[in-house]
Nanobody
């Protein structure tokens, strides 16, 4: 049974920092991409950052220079270090994982975390 457990969200003042983590358990296949999405009130879910198995990263323009994605492949865990937080970063953050190819479904295994609230406010 696959389970993604997110942690690290909360309330922080502007300029502060938070570190989100997402640990995937019960996954017996290679993980190709791990990433973070977020959904602000009234907006679409957007990619924040992603990292491939090989270490290639991608960031939304709005978070470049402030957020850093990292992962521990041995632990199947992805992190999002968020610095210099702004009120506009307020959103529910979702961990997302793409695993190996599932030939039965003809698509990669895909999993989402339950979401963790990040609120940036003074």
């Amino acid at each position: 049974q696959v389970q993604l457990v997110e942690s690290g969200g909360g309330l922080v003042q502007p300029g502060g920092s938070l570190r989100l983590s997402c640990a995937a358990s019960g996954i017996a296949f290679s993980i190709s991409v791990m990433g973070w999405y977020r959904r602000a009130p009234g907006k679409q879910r957007d990619l924040v950052a992603s990292m491939t198995r090989g270490g290639t990263t991608n960031y939304a323009d709005s978070v470049k220079g402030r957020f850093t994605i990292s992962r521990d492949n041995a632990k199947n865990t992805v992190y999002l270090q968020m610095n210099s937080l702004k009120p506009e970063d307020t959103a529910v953050y979702y961990c997302h994982i793409l695993g190996g190819w599932d030939p039965a479904r003809r698509r990669p295994y895909e999993y989402w975390g339950q979401g963790t609230q990040v609120t940036v406010s003074s």
